[in-house]
């Protein structure tokens, strides 16, 4: 078996699975309508229905107090933990040994709507935005940091040793200086604040961004100074169409918000705070001909005002 789906919808699969646990009918139908949304979603959430199977199986005590325990906060967060073990384990769930969902399994994560700031070794500052997975290993004679999946900006101090960093596209290598650094599907984008980047080395100076995929350098262009604005808790645009706003806002909630096509060409500008996604969709009522509609507090659609 060889599930193939991303660590980011295992981890929402898990998600519906426990909140399906309750009585509550909107849950219920929100869930119905993230099966519907994608083919990715029904796999996951058929295999993590068997992964909750081989845990009620499992002979441990801690895993039976678990799953039998009174509802409670402190039982939704063990319990998400025992699933995304489940899920990441290539012994116990038959997974093939080069697709064990590593972001799971990651050194440092970062969950939906979270960010998170790291202190590592050498003093240099790792952030993680949301959905995000990272390791890092430090020696004697190297630092390399492996980007899993998502987003981080690095702050990389003065060290004698090289700083090596990895994506699904290959190793790139970092002086001292300050970078951004986001896992695409086949690609990873590159943006330098201060010092240098180089991959088989090509320079990427500060000052620019570009993609970064098997060949080298590619789309090399001036840098977007709001890049970074995630670190801060900020979403900064200027003139984004508005699909692609909300679909770079769906990185911070769960469930699905979607778009209507009569209005995903419209441009929004403006700096929007993303801990709070609510207040942002409230906001594009005002600035924008449109309205939010909310089947659920996780299925959400902007559309057209109507007249």
């Given at each position: 078996?060889?599930?193939?789906?991303?660590?980011?919808?295992?981890?929402?699969?898990?998600?519906?699975?426990?909140?399906?646990?309750?009585?509550?009918?909107?849950?219920?139908?929100?869930?119905?309508?993230w099966?519907?949304?994608?083919?990715?979603?029904?796999?996951?959430?058929?295999?993590?229905?068997?992964?909750?199977?081989?845990?009620?199986?499992v002979?441990?005590?801690?895993?039976?107090?678990t799953?039998?325990?009174?509802?409670?906060?402190?039982?939704?967060?063990?319990?998400?933990?025992?699933?995304?073990?489940?899920?990441?384990?290539?012994?116990?769930?038959?997974?093939?040994?080069?697709?064990?969902?590593?972001g799971?399994?990651?050194?440092?994560?970062?969950?939906?709507?979270?960010?998170?700031?790291?202190?590592?070794?050498?003093?240099?500052?790792?952030?993680?935005?949301?959905?995000?997975?990272?390791?890092?290993?430090?020696?004697?004679?190297?630092?390399?940091?492996?980007?899993?999946?998502?987003?981080?900006?690095?702050?990389?101090?003065?060290d004698?040793?090289?700083?090596?960093?990895?994506?699904?596209?290959?190793?790139?290598?970092?002086?001292?200086?300050?970078?951004?650094?986001?896992?695409?599907?086949?690609?990873?984008?590159?943006?330098?604040?201060?010092?240098?980047?180089?991959?088989?080395?090509?320079?990427?100076?500060?000052?620019?961004?570009?993609?970064?995929?098997?060949?080298?350098?590619?789309?090399?262009?001036?840098?977007?100074?709001?890049?970074?604005?995630?670190v801060?808790?900020?979403?900064?645009?200027?003139?984004?169409?508005?699909?692609?706003?909300?679909?770079?806002?769906?990185?911070?909630?769960?469930?699905?918000?979607?778009?209507?096509?009569?209005?995903?060409?419209?441009?929004?500008?403006?700096s929007?705070?993303?801990?709070?996604?609510?207040?942002?969709l409230?906001?594009?009522?005002?600035?924008?001909?449109?309205?939010?509609?909310?089947?659920?507090?996780?299925?959400?659609?902007?559309?057209?005002?109507?007249?």
């Amino acid at each position: 078996m060889n599930p193939s789906f991303s660590a980011h919808i295992a981890e929402q699969a898990v998600h519906w699975l426990i909140e399906s646990q309750s009585d509550d009918f909107d849950q219920h139908q929100a869930l119905q309508h993230w099966l519907q949304a994608d083919s990715e979603h029904q796999r996951a959430w058929a295999h993590i229905q068997q992964v909750n199977q081989r845990l009620r199986g499992v002979a441990s005590p801690v895993v039976h107090a678990t799953l039998q325990a009174p509802p409670s906060p402190a039982r939704r967060r063990a319990l998400k933990a025992l699933l995304l073990v489940g899920v990441a384990s290539a012994a116990g769930l038959g997974l093939q040994p080069h697709n064990p969902l590593p972001g799971l399994l990651a050194d440092y994560r970062s969950p939906v709507g979270q960010r998170r700031r790291l202190t590592l070794d050498d003093g240099s500052q790792l952030h993680l935005n949301t959905r995000s997975a990272a390791d890092v290993r430090f020696d004697g004679q190297q630092r390399r940091v492996r980007l899993q999946e998502g987003e981080l900006l690095l702050e990389v101090v003065n060290d004698p040793r090289p700083l090596h960093l990895l994506t699904a596209q290959g190793e790139l290598r970092l002086g001292s200086g300050r970078f951004d650094v986001r896992q695409f599907d086949g690609f990873s984008l590159v943006s330098v604040f201060s010092g240098s980047v180089s991959v088989a080395g090509q320079p990427l100076l500060a000052g620019h961004q570009a993609r970064f995929a098997a060949g080298g350098w590619q789309a090399v262009a001036p840098l977007d100074p709001n890049r970074a604005a995630w670190v801060d808790g900020m979403l900064v645009v200027s003139q984004m169409r508005l699909g692609d706003f909300l679909a770079e806002l769906s990185r911070y909630r769960l469930g699905q918000l979607g778009c209507s096509e009569r209005v995903a060409d419209l441009r929004i500008s403006g700096s929007y705070p993303l801990a709070d996604s609510e207040r942002i969709l409230a906001m594009l009522e005002v600035a924008l001909p449109v309205r939010v509609r909310r089947f659920t507090r996780y299925w959400v659609n902007v559309e057209a005002a109507t007249s």
